[in-house]
């Protein structure tokens, strides 16, 4: 009897403590992920530049899951555009890929379905993912040149559900000689994406964008970036007629095949900074976020904060932003960065890397919403949020999570 009595009890342990291991994992995927956090490079796997750290790109554009970032002047180690995985734990390794693009290629936001090099070649990123530099474009097509970027138009008006919907925006100059301000011009594709075959099926051509802005604007701009959804864009009028050059916000046709965009001022920060970019939207309009001085900065538009700017934390010493933001899916703001590590007996190591931070979780962000008795959308990012984002994007492109 005694016997049998203790095999069952040997059995119930053995199923509550099974039973505790989702439990105990459960708890940790609802924490919050650090605030501020810290990926290094490995100099063995990209080289260093020329002060010995390692060597970190320009123009880099981060991942709707915050997983990949392409990397524009990769230098000699990487080719010139590389793509570079990060982990989903600070203890994760980051590995490296290199691609057959050239620098200041794009990814098409909102998805990431195709990245696109300055000669519209469109590649499917899994492809450069697996075959690296030996990947083949699927077309070619949209704006071309320095400083072009695009978005997958989501929710717009189309007669043809079955399309996949690219705006891309840029200058209107097709070299790279006299790029860095100039008139702004868009364009839109309908591609049929069949798996082993895209076909370009609608081609709105390139429009120019904003003439009617001309008596306030000018007809000038420059630092232009398109939103992930591809319905508004940030750029800095250079001459403007009404106040002084700063970075603002507009408004695009929520229409595939519009012959003309209204460009409607949404926002004015009342600076200039380097290019804002465009979180996603969550119960109202996208996070904004920009470099200035070699510091990150986001801005939540909502109405009662009129567009009040607050600084991403820094955890470690002598941070220094090398390149503009990127917001993922989840919130999550990511950026190059230089850094000193240092121990408490003051000794300090040159790092280089990527930055990773809870806007939620900002101290400054937190007491003004609570000052104006506001919610935030949540709490904090947790591990979760991140995972959740990791498989969505790996399904969405059949890539291992």
Same mark, same amino acid.
Request: include cysteine; glycine fraction near 10%.
């Given at each position: 009897?005694?016997?049998?009595?203790?095999?069952?009890?040997?059995?119930?342990?053995?199923?509550?403590?099974?039973?505790?291991?989702?439990?105990?994992?459960?708890?940790?995927?609802?924490?919050?992920?650090?605030?501020?956090?810290?990926?290094?490079?490995?100099?063995?796997?990209?080289?260093?530049?020329?002060?010995?750290?390692?060597?970190?790109?320009?123009?880099?554009?981060?991942?709707?899951?915050?997983?990949?970032?392409?990397?524009?002047?990769?230098?000699?180690?990487?080719?010139? =555009?590389?793509?570079?995985?990060?982990?989903?734990?600070?203890?994760?390794?980051?590995?490296?890929?290199?691609?057959?693009?050239?620098?200041?290629?794009?990814?098409?936001?909102?998805?990431?379905?195709?990245? =696109?090099?300055?000669?519209?070649?469109?590649?499917?990123?899994?492809?450069?993912?697996?075959?690296?530099?030996?990947?083949?474009?699927?077309?070619?097509?949209?704006?071309?040149?320095?400083?072009?970027?695009?978005?997958?138009?989501?929710?717009?008006?189309?007669?043809?559900?079955?399309? =996949?919907?690219?705006?891309?925006?840029?200058?209107?100059?097709?070299?790279?000689?006299?790029?860095?301000?100039?008139?702004?011009?868009?364009?839109?594709?309908?591609?049929?994406?069949?798996?082993?075959?895209?076909?370009?099926?609608?081609?709105?051509?390139?429009?120019?964008?904003?003439?009617?802005?001309?008596?306030?604007?000018?007809?000038?701009?420059?630092?232009?970036?398109?939103?992930?959804?591809?319905?508004?864009?940030?750029?800095?009028?250079?001459?403007?007629?009404?106040?002084?050059?700063?970075?603002?916000?507009?408004?695009?046709?929520?229409?595939?095949?519009?012959?003309?965009?209204?460009?409607?001022?949404?926002?004015?920060?009342?600076?200039?900074?380097?290019?804002?970019?465009?979180?996603?939207?969550?119960?109202?309009?996208?996070?904004?976020?920009?470099?200035?001085?070699?510091?990150?900065?986001?801005?939540?538009?909502?109405?009662?904060?009129?567009?009040?700017?607050?600084?991403?934390?820094?955890?470690?010493?002598?941070?220094?932003?090398?390149?503009?933001?990127?917001?993922?899916?989840?919130?999550?703001?990511?950026?190059?960065?230089?850094?000193?590590?240092?121990?408490?007996?003051?000794?300090?190591?040159?790092?280089?890397?990527?930055?990773?931070?809870?806007?939620?979780?900002?101290?400054?962000?937190?007491?003004?919403?609570?000052?104006?008795?506001?919610?935030?959308?949540?709490?904090?990012?947790?591990?979760?949020?991140?995972?959740?984002?990791?498989?969505?994007?790996?399904?969405?492109?059949?890539?291992?999570?």
């Amino acid at each position: 009897m005694m016997r049998s009595v203790d095999a069952v009890f040997v059995h119930l342990l053995a199923l509550l403590m099974a039973l505790a291991v989702p439990v105990n994992a459960s708890e940790a995927d609802s924490a919050c992920i650090d605030a501020v956090s810290y990926l290094a490079l490995d100099p063995e796997k990209v080289g260093v530049d020329s002060n010995g750290a390692p060597a970190l790109g320009a123009y880099e554009r981060i991942s709707p899951d915050g997983r990949f970032v392409l990397r524009s002047f990769s230098g000699a180690r990487l080719g010139e =555009v590389s793509l570079i995985e990060l982990p989903a734990d600070t203890g994760g390794r980051l590995a490296v890929f290199r691609t057959p693009l050239s620098n200041e290629a794009f990814p098409v936001q909102g998805t990431w379905r195709y990245v =696109v090099d300055v000669d519209g070649r469109h590649f499917r990123l899994a492809d450069v993912l697996r075959q690296q530099e030996r990947a083949e474009p699927q077309f070619q097509g949209g704006m071309r040149g320095f400083y072009a970027a695009a978005a997958e138009l989501t929710g717009v008006r189309s007669d043809d559900k079955s399309l =996949v919907w690219i705006r891309s925006m840029s200058w209107p100059q097709g070299g790279r000689s006299g790029q860095g301000t100039g008139p702004l011009q868009v364009r839109t594709l309908g591609v049929r994406d069949q798996g082993d075959r895209v076909d370009v099926v609608s081609d709105s051509g390139p429009q120019f964008i904003c003439g009617a802005r001309g008596s306030s604007d000018g007809g000038v701009y420059t630092l232009p970036m398109i939103s992930v959804d591809g319905l508004e864009f940030s750029a800095i009028p250079i001459n403007p007629r009404v106040g002084q050059p700063s970075m603002r916000v507009y408004g695009l046709a929520n229409d595939a095949l519009a012959a003309a965009h209204p460009c409607d001022l949404r926002v004015d920060l009342q600076a200039a900074p380097g290019k804002a970019v465009f979180g996603f939207a969550g119960s109202g309009s996208a996070m904004l976020a920009y470099t200035d001085n070699a510091s990150v900065y986001f801005v939540d538009r909502h109405p009662a904060l009129h567009d009040q700017v607050f600084r991403v934390e820094d955890t470690q010493t002598q941070v220094l932003a090398s390149a503009f933001p990127g917001l993922t899916r989840d919130g999550r703001i990511v950026f190059g960065a230089n850094w000193k590590e240092c121990t408490s007996r003051g000794t300090c190591l040159d790092r280089a890397g990527y930055v990773v931070a809870d806007p939620y979780q900002n101290k400054d962000y937190r007491q003004q919403l609570q000052r104006l008795g506001l919610a935030p959308d949540k709490a904090c990012i947790t591990r979760r949020d991140v995972l959740q984002e990791r498989q969505r994007f790996a399904t969405q492109h059949r890539l291992k999570p």
